[in-house]
């Protein structure tokens, strides 16, 4: 079979057409509810102050899950206990590393104040995903959302600007405090 040219640039019109098409198409990111202070309190089974004492990746059924254990030094909401295991999907074992975006990033020592809602097997979720982690630093809270779609469901925007929130701890913890009454 023969081809002329003007087979050949009709060809290369509709690839180039169906290239343009595909890298158009949105790419695909974690898109998240925006959460106030008093919707991830509600959504929460415990919130709590303390320190980051390990971090532990783990395959399961194939994919790659970090295990973080936190000391409690303030149990906020929910049940008294010493230490509570965040598990969340995502993690470096070796030299192969998962990401998921909008997950929250913990270090060793870190001190916190985490929402999480209870998974009913030992573990715990962290609440709207880097939403509900705080970083205590200087007697200050400081939130940092980002890498994901934030969706206000009061106008019903979204947007991929993260934000940064810093507050006097003692002030927050007194709000969610009374917050929960």
Excluded: C, H
């Excluded at 609440?127 to 509900?132: A, C, E, F, K």
């Excluded at 925007?157 to 007194?174: C, I, N, P, Q, R």
Aim: hydrophobic share 40%.
């Amino acid at each position: 079979m023969k081809y002329n040219a003007t087979q050949t640039l009709f060809e290369l019109s509709i690839r180039l057409i169906m290239a343009v098409a595909m890298l158009s198409v949105p790419l695909l990111a974690t898109t998240v509810q925006k959460m106030d202070l008093a919707e991830l309190i509600t959504a929460s089974d415990s919130i709590l102050q303390g320190r980051v004492e390990s971090i532990e990746a783990r395959y399961e059924d194939k994919m790659i899950y970090t295990y973080i254990s936190v000391t409690v030094d303030d149990p906020i909401k929910g049940g008294r206990r010493r230490s509570v295991l965040v598990r969340q999907p995502g993690g470096r074992i070796g030299a192969k590393m998962t990401w998921i975006a909008g997950m929250p990033q913990f270090n060793r020592g870190d001190q916190v104040i985490v929402f999480l809602r209870d998974r009913q097997d030992g573990t715990f979720d962290v609440t709207g995903l880097n939403q509900g982690k705080y970083d205590v630093v200087n007697d200050f809270i400081i939130r940092n959302v980002s890498g994901v779609t934030i969706l206000d469901p009061k106008t019903g925007l979204m947007s991929d600007t993260g934000f940064v929130e810093k507050t006097a701890l003692d002030a927050f913890k007194t709000k969610i405090r009374e917050l929960m009454k």
